[in-house]
């Protein structure tokens, strides 16, 4: 029986590549991340191996907002029970091929991982789901902040603000 909708993974594919599209995609991201979003570009969204033993990385869609920070963005069909594996091996291979050899690590940015199954994650009963690292003391609860110079350099109050954000 053919399909009678357009299926999401198929406009990412194809109609929110185009800069016309922009606001649709911009949209989405604003209303996911509940800020305003505004696309700088789409970026190269498949990643070349370095050499045999590399895995490749294919990324539905990759965006660059005004801030620098990256999204990347997969729809996925096909279920796999690696998949968590699958978005930190994602996310890393972005930042690291953005990252020049003489770069410091200040020049790493912000990702959010957003990820778009036809399947059970694992065991939930929700449909939306936000992943960060937080840093709690072992012993007080408390979350690390951030110190007044890495609050300056990163433009953020807690380490969850720099490191990759999932959905």
Known sequence: MAQTHIRFDWAIKKLLRNKSNFDILEGFLSVLLEEDIFIQEILESQSNKEDQFD????????????????????VQNEKEHDYFQRMSYGQAKAISERLGAGDTYDKVVK?????????????????????????????????????????????????????????
């Open 111 to 167: 990702v959010y991982s957003i990820n778009i199954v036809y399947f059970e994650l694992g065991h939930g009963d929700d449909y939306v789901y936000l992943g960060e690292t937080h840093f709690k003391g072992i012993h007080t609860h408390n979350e690390l902040e951030l110190s007044k110079t890495q609050k300056e350099l990163y433009h953020a109050q807690y380490p969850h603000e720099i490191f990759t954000t999932y959905y």
């Open 55 to 74: 895995k490749s990385n294919v990324i539905d869609i990759l965006v660059k907002n005004t801030q620098g920070a990256l999204f990347l963005i997969e």
